[in-house]
């Protein structure tokens, strides 16, 4: 079936610095995609999410770019601080009953 | 907004004996919940969901069970452990626009 999933499995940053994080999917059809951050031993935390009639959506300190042209969307982090050290995943809705299909994830890690 | 609780927080069961892990939901009425599975280091695998009471839909064969005897609460059970159902269990609860997790069961079958 199709899915997403993330071109690096980690990923490490200076504090300060801003982050990016990579996400692939494969279905052309997919309309809703959703960011997620998973700190250590803890239930994965809803960061924002995208629809794709839009390009871009911000939030605090994130920002979300699909590219449906690609099939690629991105987690922009900026000015990385050492909370952010997490796993970041991105998911999208599959099958209806708001199923979520997630990829591997990304961990991020905050240099000092 | 919801709020999800599981118990217990951690668990280390022997290969062969019985699970039973609980998951209740706060703050909504008739939820969609979710049983999925986190291998260490790993995404999310989907187990079951349940869009109602007495619902279970099962998404991968596998060793354990899911119930939902009451409106908020989702239930996973097995039989026999195997030492491959070691893991984090997360439940889930579908709100306004997105699912929320709880704070996970971490499982160790020894």
């Known amino acids: 079936g199709e899915s997403v999933g993330l071109h690096l499995p980690t990923l490490s940053v200076q504090e300060g610095d801003n982050s990016i994080i990579n996400c692939a999917y494969s279905?052309?059809?997919?309309?809703?995609f959703i960011w997620y951050k998973q700190e250590s031993g803890k239930g994965p935390q809803f960061i924002i999410d995208?629809?794709?009639?839009?390009d871009k959506r911000q939030g605090q300190r994130v920002t979300v770019l699909l590219n449906k042209t690609v099939k690629h969307l991105s987690l922009q982090i900026a000015a990385t601080q050492p909370g952010d050290s997490a796993v970041y995943f991105c998911?999208?809705?599959?099958?209806?009953?708001?199923?979520?299909?997630f990829g591997q994830g990304t961990r991020l890690t905050i240099n000092p | 907004s919801q709020t999800i609780h599981q118990w217990p927080a951690t668990l280390v069961q022997p290969v062969g004996s019985p699970l039973s892990l609980e998951c209740t939901v706060e703050g909504t009425s008739n939820p969609n919940l979710y049983w999925y599975r986190q291998a260490a280091g790993r995404g999310l695998q989907l187990l079951f969901y349940?869009?109602?009471?007495?619902?279970i839909s099962s998404e991968v064969p596998q060793n354990l069970s899911a119930s939902r005897p009451q409106d908020r609460q989702f239930i996973l059970s097995s039989k026999k452990l195997l030492l491959s159902d070691s893991g984090f269990y997360l439940c889930a609860c579908y709100g306004s626009y997105e699912q929320y997790f709880g704070p996970g069961t971490r499982l160790t079958v020894t």
């Open positions: 998911a999208e809705p599959q099958g209806g009953a708001q199923k979520l299909v």
């Open positions: 279905n052309s059809a997919s309309d809703y």
């Open positions: 349940s869009v109602g009471i007495g619902q």
């Open positions: 995208i629809r794709s009639n839009m």
